[in-house]
């Protein structure tokens, strides 16, 4: 009879000890679509999730820039904007989940990695610093407009291919939430009087 050979870690189905730096093989590449009993084809399907990643990108990005300036925010208003900042970029992970949620539903693969998503931003990077305040509210409603663009136009691609459920999530979800985001910081860029007019 052999004896088992010596290790540090005995491994045993029965235990408890994880199996640590496993390596796997890809099971389906990015820009893929799996069958899926939706009814919709295939053709629709990647094309919608194709759309839907690259507002997913931005999405993400601008997700980061709204807590980037909730902890940077200055000034007179810092109290006002640092809440509303916070309050914008939890709606924006809202956002965030339903949107990757729905290319998976489709049979697609939603876009995970932050240097994956750096890579299929449209959104311009911000310097690393501290910028003023106007120009961080800038920002954010440059890196809007672009989702709503985007958006706006995957719609009604969406829709004249029969993807309804996608059609729903970009207009009822993404435009809807970012118009109002928008109005709320552009809101804040008015320069009117405090005390008199």
């Known amino acids: 009879m052999s004896k088992p050979k010596s290790s540090s870690v005995e491994h045993r189905s029965d235990g408890s000890q994880p199996w640590l730096h496993q390596k796997g093989r890809v099971i389906q590449e990015f820009g893929t679509v799996k069958q899926f ?10 094309y919608s999730c194709q759309r839907l990643n690259k507002v997913l990108a931005d999405t993400r990005i601008l997700h980061d820039l709204y807590k980037k300036y909730h902890w940077l925010m200055r000034g007179a208003t810092f109290y006002q904007l640092h809440l509303l900042l916070d309050k914008h970029a939890g709606e924006q992970l809202e956002l ?5 949620e729905r290319v998976q539903t489709l049979g697609g693969v939603a876009i995970g990695d932050p240097r994956h998503v750096a890579e299929n931003t449209t959104v311009p990077r911000p310097p690393d610093g501290v910028e003023e305040v106007p120009a961080m509210l800038s920002r954010l409603l440059e890196a809007h407009e672009l989702i709503l663009t985007e958006c706006h136009d995957a719609a009604a691609r969406t829709q004249e291919m029969g993807d ?5 999530i970009l207009v009822s979800d993404v ?3 970012n118009e109002l985001q928008a109005w709320f910081v552009a809101e804040h860029l008015v320069d009117t009087p405090l005390v008199h007019a």
């Open 164 to 168: 309804d459920g996608t059609n729903d």
């Open 175 to 177: 435009v809807r939430t």
């Open 37 to 46: 009993p939706v009814a919709l084809s295939m053709d629709t399907r990647l």
């Open 96 to 100: 965030i989940d339903t949107v990757a």
